[in-house]
């Protein structure tokens, strides 16, 4: 059974960082397209960054451009969403997908049970 796990969520000051972990487990995530999705309370999920699994190409939600950064560690299984500059309205629920392709849409196999970030004063 293939399964994700996020980790790294909490509690940031604005302008702080974080940096979230989805570990994947019964598959090499260098196989798959893994996308960040977010949630926040009262709103619909959206994509905020994907690793292509062909060409390692990356993409970022126009929000994120230049704050966020996706990254794979192909030896840890895992791939990474550094969090720089952030900002109240990066709260909510973060998820990792994975799938054969990136996609805003959602379309991913495999998801994880989520992190919650939350930035706040």
């Known amino acids: 059974q293939l399964q994700l796990v996020e980790t790294g969520g909490g509690l940031v000051q604005p302008g702080g960082s974080l940096r979230l972990s989805c570990a994947a487990s019964?598959?090499?995530?260098?196989?798959?397209?893994i996308a960040w999705f977010r949630q926040a309370p009262g709103k619909e999920r959206e994509g905020v960054s994907c690793i292509s699994k062909t060409t390692d190409n990356t993409y970022y939600a126009d929000s994120v451009k230049g704050r966020f950064t996706i990254s794979r560690d192909n030896a840890k299984n895992t791939v990474y969403l550094q969090m720089n500059s952030l900002k109240p309205e990066d709260t909510a629920n973060y998820y990792c997908a994975a799938g054969l392709i990136c996609t805003w849409s959602g379309s991913y196999h495999y998801w994880g049970q989520g992190t919650q970030v939350t930035v706040s004063s």
């Open positions: 019964e598959f090499t995530v260098n196989y798959y397209a």
